[in-house]
């Protein structure tokens, strides 16, 4: 007797195995799951912002200072007004910042951070005077001006080492020009460029006009500087023209290709 066909084979094991299994792969999670993981989401969020904000774990405890010369930690700490006691996540660092700059003209840069879990960190960085101009408003005390021609402070004796500002300048056609503001600019400028050993002995730097600047030094001597362009090339004439001429007491680097000394 002749076996089953191929086709009846067929239709046999489709019968015995049953319709087909149906596939895990992209199977969504069932509705509890969903909702366990959202429970867990909200509870973590909620616990974050707890621990931020409603907790007295990371509450601002502390505010030290650094970087101060002349002014006080304590003078730095009453400008930046830091709510003690609030969220540490919760203070506005820029505006602190902004209150330490209005409050502090000395101040010429400031980092505010956040020092977890309990600080605020106040890093000053205090402006440098390059020049001093006596204040004729307020008798025998001096106006100090930073690198950058800022009139930051005003002290009642003038720091160790740094030269007075002279301007002579007149109602002039350069003034009018210029301005005084730009001409102590370039006051500034050439005492940045004024060689280190002649800078110890500098004692005014004398302004009359943009390109008449003139330094003077202990001793009484001299130097006609000129405006403030090509700094570097008359500092380094002048080294070598006080080596080349050490006694005398009248140098001239305003034109550096050419310059000139005399006296004795």
Not at 108 to 119: C, F, K
Not at 134 to 163: C, H, L, M, Q, W
Not at 171 to 187: C, I, P, Q, Y
């Amino acid at each position: 007797m002749a076996g089953p066909t191929t086709a009846e084979r067929g239709e046999r094991q489709k019968t015995e195995s049953g319709p087909p299994r149906p596939s895990r792969v992209g199977r969504l999670p069932r509705p509890r799951t969903l909702i366990i993981l959202l429970l867990v989401v909200v509870l973590t969020g909620a616990a974050s912002v707890w621990v931020l904000y409603g907790s007295h774990w990371l509450r601002v405890e502390q505010v030290p200072v650094t970087g101060t010369r002349v002014l006080t930690a304590q003078q730095v700490r009453e400008a930046a007004d830091v709510p003690v006691g609030s969220p540490l996540v919760s203070v506005d660092t820029d505006a602190i910042e902004g209150r330490l700059r209005e409050a502090l003209p000395r101040i010429d840069s400031v980092d505010v951070v956040r020092s977890w879990p309990h600080g605020i960190g106040l890093n000053v960085t205090e402006r440098t005077p390059v020049l001093i101009v006596k204040n004729r408003e307020k008798g025998g005390k001096y106006v100090e001006i930073d690198a950058k021609g800022v009139r930051f402070a005003t002290v009642s004796r003038p720091p160790k080492g740094v030269p007075a500002l002279e301007l002579t300048v007149t109602h002039s056609a350069g003034l009018r020009r210029f301005g005084t503001d730009r001409l102590v600019r370039e006051a500034v400028r050439v005492a940045g460029d004024i060689p280190a050993a002649v800078a110890r002995d500098t004692r005014t730097v004398k302004v009359r006009s943009y390109d008449s600047i003139s330094l003077e030094l202990s001793g009484g001597r001299t130097v006609t500087w000129g405006s403030g362009e090509k700094g570097r090339a008359k500092a380094r004439t002048l080294t070598a023209l006080m080596k080349a001429a050490p006694e005398a007491r009248d140098f001239d680097v305003s034109v550096p290709t050419a310059p000139a000394s005399s006296g004795s």
